[in-house]
């Protein structure tokens, strides 16, 4: 889709969005607490088909081309007429939108800010670059941190992929985390800095979900989840079967957000889930 036809549908969207939230309080979803949108970008309409939906967690892809951010996983061989929406297009302005509507918040029973985690796919320096400048503008709804101190927004933005940890521990007005992997575990990092552990599944279980997993297998599991935690970092699992067993077995084993590519599926899931704790 290109570029300019992708801007008038996202404002044909969110004005529908915006008056819907605006006449009835109750349409601002409330937080799903463990549902993480993996590839957000690739959803028939990105942010909005999950947020309306309340996850908690957001991913979306990102490339440096030409000075401007862009959504997608994989750099196109033409860029000339790209197709793809970006960043400020698909996320930025309407998360701006969503959290003034929403006087300050983006779901109806919480204060707690949307992770979105950002996975860079270009030269992490200048992306991140870029990125931090495109975030300033947005800092009445990006959670910041100026020297230690720092400014809760409805936003938290995440850094994945290729991700410079100097230059992010550095800043003087830093605009996100670092998404950690378990090795980042006991160095010290604070959670304000590194909020989130993540590792692809069949790193820590092979387990394809049928039958039962292995007791070896889950006490790895569980052995990740307490370390993170004692930490105060959430813990994810990318690459997961699309299973409610092995759902169910992650949730119990501590696992904070199930990562999905069927969101209606997994919300479907944790609500019967609440219902029946």
Not at 62 to 83: A, C, R
Not at 142 to 167: D, H, L, P
Request: glycine share 6%.
């Amino acid at each position: 889709m290109h570029p300019v036809f992708w801007k008038d549908i996202q404002k044909v969207v969110l004005l529908l969005v915006g008056i819907i939230w605006s006449l009835q309080s109750i349409s601002q979803p409330s937080l799903l607490e463990n549902a993480h949108s993996h590839n957000d970008y690739n959803r028939k309409i990105p942010l909005l088909d999950a947020m309306t939906l309340g996850f908690k967690s957001i991913e979306a892809d990102i490339l440096l081309i030409e000075n401007e951010l862009y959504v997608g996983h994989d750099m196109p061989i033409v860029t000339k007429k790209l197709k793809l929406p970006s960043l400020k297009q698909a996320y930025l302005q309407p998360l701006d939108s969503l959290v003034k509507q929403g006087n300050g918040k983006l779901y109806a029973d919480s204060d707690e800010s949307l992770l979105l985690l950002v996975d860079i796919k270009t030269d992490a320096v200048k992306t991140l670059d870029l990125l931090q400048h495109q975030l300033r503008a947005n800092k009445d709804v990006i959670t910041y941190w100026e020297e230690v101190e720092m400014k809760k927004g409805a936003v938290n933005v995440v850094i994945s992929g290729n991700r410079s940890f100097e230059k992010v521990m550095n800043a003087k007005v830093r605009m996100v985390s670092l998404d950690g992997r378990p090795e980042d575990l006991g160095k010290g990092y604070s959670s304000e800095m590194m909020p989130l552990i993540s590792q692809r599944y069949a790193k820590i279980v092979k387990w394809n979900g049928k039958g039962e997993i292995k007791p070896k297998e889950l006490k790895k599991l569980k052995e990740l989840t307490s370390k993170a935690h004692k930490e105060g970092k959430l813990v994810r699992l990318w690459a997961s079967p699309e299973s409610e067993n092995v759902w169910e077995t992650l949730l119990d084993a501590g696992v904070d957000l199930i990562n999905t590519d069927e969101i209606e599926h997994l919300k479907k899931f944790l609500d019967k889930r609440g219902e029946n704790p």
